[in-house]
């Protein structure tokens, strides 16, 4: 299953492929056809032979798909805020609906956050294909959608130059970042760069996706990505084999190297 801790709601994916959910449902997030919160657990619509689901924080958006399957495999529900959900609309929604603007979906995240200077809350979301081509959605803030812009987008969209996607790892929401590990175990990302989390040397956000070289980090054997942080202070941590690298917000000594300053990838 899965959680959602800010709007402190709860999902289960049975062996049936079936959904329920307890918990919040202001933004008709519990699939149920109604906003009520819900004591005990109840059905999510009436989809059955999901693999996989994905929930937000914040204004929850729920995703349900069947990674198996071909064609129009996706299911959302929830809040609809800057057009996270992919199906061309901002409202909530409180059942699940079949997104039509993708397909063949094997891999999918979803994220929310606000801003630190301002109030506004902002989702994206990322999805990799049967095909290993990858698509994005949602807020667009610090270019965190790969599109070379800024622009919200409410449908999903390939992200240009990225066909050989392996996994996908993204964070945050005002401030995001978002990444792939592609077929040859490099890492590509984008988005935000404050602190300098993308590691390339600057603050400033990349709209389009950039692939580091190996002066940073070792391309061609990097294993996994992993975020922490909050709001604008996002952490990137890569690790390939035994070795772990870091870049972006480090304060109170988490890094563990001995110091509590920002800086690009070291080991």
Not at 244 to 256: I, Q, T
């Amino acid at each position: 299953g899965s959680f959602n801790t800010t709007e402190r709601s709860c999902y289960f994916l049975t062996s049936q492929g079936w959904m329920f959910a307890t918990g919040y449902n202001q933004y008709g997030n519990l699939g149920d056809g109604t906003g009520t919160v819900r004591y005990t657990p109840v059905r999510c619509g009436n989809i059955s032979g999901m693999t996989n689901i994905s929930v937000s924080g914040g204004d929850i958006t729920v995703f349900a798909f069947n990674a198996t399957a071909t064609g129009h495999n996706v299911y959302a529900w929830g809040a609809g805020i800057n057009g996270v959900r992919g199906d061309g609309s901002i409202g909530a929604i409180n059942t699940p609906t079949l997104i039509t603007s993708i397909s063949d979906v094997v891999e999918l995240q979803t994220t929310h956050d606000t801003s630190s200077s301002t109030t506004n809350a902002s989702s994206f979301s990322m999805a990799r294909k049967s095909d290993n081509t990858v698509w994005t959605t949602g807020a667009n803030n610090n270019g965190q959608l790969g599109q070379g812009n800024t622009t919200q987008l409410t449908t999903w969209t390939q992200v240009p130059g990225v066909t050989n996607a392996a996994s996908i790892k993204i964070w945050g929401g005002f401030y995001g970042v978002s990444t792939v590990i592609d077929t040859n175990k490099n890492l590509i990302i984008w988005g935000t760069n404050n602190y300098g989390v993308n590691g390339n040397g600057t603050t400033t956000s990349v709209t389009s996706p950039y692939t580091p070289d190996s002066s940073i980090i070792p391309q061609g054997s990097i294993d996994e990505v992993k975020f922490g942080g909050m709001s604008s202070y996002p952490v990137m941590l890569i690790r390939s084999g035994n070795d772990v690298y870091v870049s972006g917000y480090f304060a109170k000594g988490v890094r563990s190297d001995g110091k509590t300053t920002a800086e690009n990838c070291q080991m």
